[in-house]
C-alpha cells in the first residue's frame, strides 16, 4: 500500500513539474477535485481525445459525430431518471466531521483483501518460478479462496442493500465490517442519506423568472434527444451509433484520487441504437471491441480487467466495467451499458414527441434498444499518464524517470536539439523544426549540455530526439536518439519523416486492434 501511494505521490508531482495538470485555482489554494490541464496536458488529452474519435467515428461508417450544449432542457433531467435516481450514498463520521461515499468504503475494505490475494500469488509466483499458474493457484488455493469469498459475501450485499434503497443495511454493514475513517481510525458513524449528484445553475436574469437549469451530469442525454434529428438528417439505418466528447459535472462526495474522479470532466461516450431482442449480442461486440481499443495501446493486457455489474442503474438490463490497474489498483476506466429503450421512451413520454425508428425491412416503427460505450477522458489520461511514468535502473548506476507514454498519444513526438548554440547548428536545427512541424508536434531544445537535455526529454514523454552536430554541417546526418531504448542512430535528415511516421502514426496504432 506505502508502494502505491509512492508512485501516486510521483504521479501527481511528475505531472505538475512536466506541464501536464495544474490544480485549478492555485493561487488561491485550489477547488477541490477540479483540474486545468497544462501545455504538454493539453496536447495528451487531444491525442487521446482524437484516437477515440478516430477509432469510433471515421472508422465506422455507421457512426456519426454530434457536440450537444451542456445545458439543456431541465425535463431532460426528469426524464433521464436523473433528478430521482441520481444519488450517491454518503455517510458522515461524528468525530472528524468528514464525509464519505458509504459504497466506497466498503469497496475500499474490499480492495485491502485483495491486496491480500496479490500477495499470495506474488509469495507463490516466487516459490514456484517459471512453472507457476496463477489461474491454477487463485482457484485451490484455500486461503486465497477464503479471501475471495469474503469479498463476494460483502459486494453481493452492498449491491443488494442498495438496490433495495436499504441504507440502513448499508450502515449495518459497515459497522460489522468494523470499518473506520480513513484519516482518524474513528467508527463514530452517521445515519446513510442519499445525496443528488447534480450542479444547479439558473437561466435568465431576474429572481421570479429565472429557470432552473442543471449541468449536464453525462454527455449521452443530447445524444438521446438528438435521435430522430440525426437519424432522419443522416438517413442513419440500425444499427447506428451516436459518438460525443464533451464536459460533464458531478458534486462528487469524495472527491479524491486526483483526475480520477472530478467534479468537472470529460467524457467520451457513443450510443450504438439496435433492434429490440439484439441487444445482448452487441453489447458483447462492444465489450470485445472497446477492450480490443485499450489493448492497441499496448499498455500491458494483465492491467485490465472486466466487472460485471451486480447492481445495475435504473435504466440498463446489462452492464460491466472496463477496469485499469491504477496505482491505487484495479478500478473503473470505461463503461460499456445495455440501456434498453429506457431512454428513448422516457424522453417520448416527458416530450410527447414520437422518438421511434421506422424499418423498411420489417415494415414496422419500434422503439430502438441502445447499447453505451462511455469513457471518461481525464481518467484515461491517468490510466496512460501512471502508467507511463517509470523510473529505470541504468548500467552506469543511475536511474533515469522516463515517460513512456504510447508515441501515438505523446505531445511531442520529436525534440530537436543543437549540440552546441553556435557555429550554425541552430539554424539548421531549426530549419529541421520548420519542416517537420507541418507533420508532427515537435519542439526545439538547445539549453543545457544534450545529455541533460535528453533525461528532460525523457521526463517529458517525447519518444525521439534529434541532434544536429558539426557533422550534420557536412553530411546532412543528425542522431536520433529512442526514449524507450536508448538507441541511437545516425541517419539522413531526409529519413526523419519517415522514421517519426513508423512509430507515431495512428493507423499503425489502430490496425493493432
Ligand atoms: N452515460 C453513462 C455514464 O455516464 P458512468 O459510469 O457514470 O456512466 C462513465 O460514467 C465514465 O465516465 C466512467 O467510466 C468514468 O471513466 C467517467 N467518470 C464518471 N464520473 C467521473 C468523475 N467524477 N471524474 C472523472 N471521470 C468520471
Redo the contacts with the bound molecule.
Keep these: 500500500m506505502a508502494k502505491q501511494e509512492d508512485q501516486f505521490k510521483k504521479v501527481l508531482s511528475h505531472a505538475k513539474e512536466y506541464g501536464y495538470v495544474f490544480q485549478s485555482s492555485e493561487i488561491y489554494d485550489g477547488l477541490s477535485?477540479v483540474y486545468d490541464y497544462a501545455q504538454n496536458g493539453v496536447e495528451l488529452k487531444k491525442n487521446i481525445r482524437d484516437y477515440w474519435w478516430k477509432a469510433m467515428v471515421q472508422m465506422h461508417e455507421n457512426i456519426v459525430g454530434i457536440d450537444a450544449a451542456i445545458l439543456m432542457h431541465p425535463t431532460t433531467w426528469k426524464a433521464s431518471g436523473h433528478v430521482d435516481a441520481f444519488n450517491d450514498p454518503l455517510i458522515d463520521n461524528k468525530d472528524s466531521k468528514k464525509r464519505y461515499r458509504a459504497d466506497v468504503l466498503v469497496e475500499d475494505y474490499c480492495a485491502k483483501i485483495e491486496a491480500k490475494i496479490d500477495k499470495e500469488v506474488a509469495k507463490a509466483a516466487k516459490r514456484f518460478g517459471a512453472a507457476f499458474n496463477k489461474e491454477e493457484f487463485v482457484s485451490t488455493n484455500g486461503r486465497v479462496l477464503g479471501y475471495q469469498e469474503k469479498i463476494d459475501a460483502v459486494l453481493s450485499r452492498l449491491a443488494k442493500s442498495l438496490e433495495n434503497e436499504d441504507l440502513a443495511d448499508v450502515k449495518a454493514l459497515i459497522e460489522e465490517l468494523g470499518i473506520s475513517d480513513p484519516l482518524t481510525g474513528s467508527k463514530n458513524w452517521t445515519e446513510v442519506k442519499q445525496f443528488n449528484l447534480m450542479f444547479g445553475t439558473k437561466l435568465g436574469a431576474s429572481a421570479d423568472t429565472a429557470m432552473d437549469l442543471y449541468l449536464r451530469?453525462?454527455?449521452?442525454?443530447g445524444i438521446f434527444v438528438n435521435f430522430l434529428n440525426v437519424q432522419k438528417t443522416g438517413r442513419m439505418k440500425i444499427p447506428f451509433g451516436i459518438a460525443q466528447t464533451g464536459k460533464?459535472f458531478?458534486n462528487?462526495i469524495v472527491?479524491r484520487q486526483f483526475?480520477?474522479?472530478?467534479?468537472?470532466?470529460?467524457?467520451m461516450?457513443m450510443q450504438f441504437f439496435v433492434k429490440p431482442g439484439t441487444q445482448k449480442e452487441w453489447y458483447e461486440q462492444w465489450k470485445e471491441t472497446r477492450l480490443k481499443w485499450h489493448l492497441s495501446l499496448g499498455m500491458g493486457a494483465d492491467n485490465y480487467r472486466f466487472h460485471d455489474h451486480e447492481k445495475l442503474?435504473h435504466y440498463a438490463d446489462a452492464?460491466a466495467?472496463?477496469e485499469f490497474k491504477f496505482p491505487f489498483g484495479f478500478k473503473?476506466?470505461?463503461?460499456i451499458?445495455s440501456?434498453t429503450d429506457f431512454d428513448l421512451k422516457a424522453h417520448e413520454e416527458f416530450s410527447g414527441k414520437k422518438l421511434q425508428y421506422f424499418d423498411h425491412e420489417d415494415n414496422q416503427n419500434y422503439t430502438p434498444y441502445v447499447v453505451?460505450t462511455?469513457?471518461?477522458?481525464?481518467?484515461?489520461f491517468l490510466a496512460v499518464f501512471s502508467n507511463s511514468l517509470q523510473e529505470e535502473a541504468l548500467e552506469n548506476g543511475t536511474t533515469r524517470t522516463v515517460l513512456k507514454l504510447p508515441a501515438v498519444l505523446a505531445p511531442t513526438k520529436a525534440a530537436i536539439l543543437p549540440l552546441v548554440k553556435k557555429d550554425g547548428l541552430p539554424e539548421v536545427a531549426r530549419k529541421i523544426v520548420d519542416d517537420l512541424k507541418w507533420d508532427f508536434a515537435v519542439s526545439y531544445d538547445e539549453k543545457d549540455a544534450v545529455g541533460r537535455r535528453y533525461r528532460r526529454q525523457d521526463a517529458a514523454g517525447t519518444p525521439f530526439c534529434i541532434t544536429v552536430d558539426h557533422d550534420t554541417l557536412e553530411d546532412h546526418m543528425v542522431t536520433i536518439r529512442h526514449r524507450d531504448t536508448m538507441e541511437q542512430k545516425r541517419v539522413a535528415i531526409s529519413e526523419l519523416r519517415n522514421i517519426i511516421n513508423q512509430e507515431v502514426n495512428v493507423k499503425a496504432w489502430l490496425q493493432k486492434m
Design positions: 477535485a451530469p453525462e454527455t449521452a442525454q460533464a458531478r462528487e472527491a483526475i480520477f474522479r472530478m467534479r468537472e470532466f470529460e467524457q461516450e442503474a452492464a466495467d472496463i473503473e476506466l470505461e463503461g451499458h440501456r453505451e462511455s469513457i471518461g477522458l481525464d481518467r484515461m
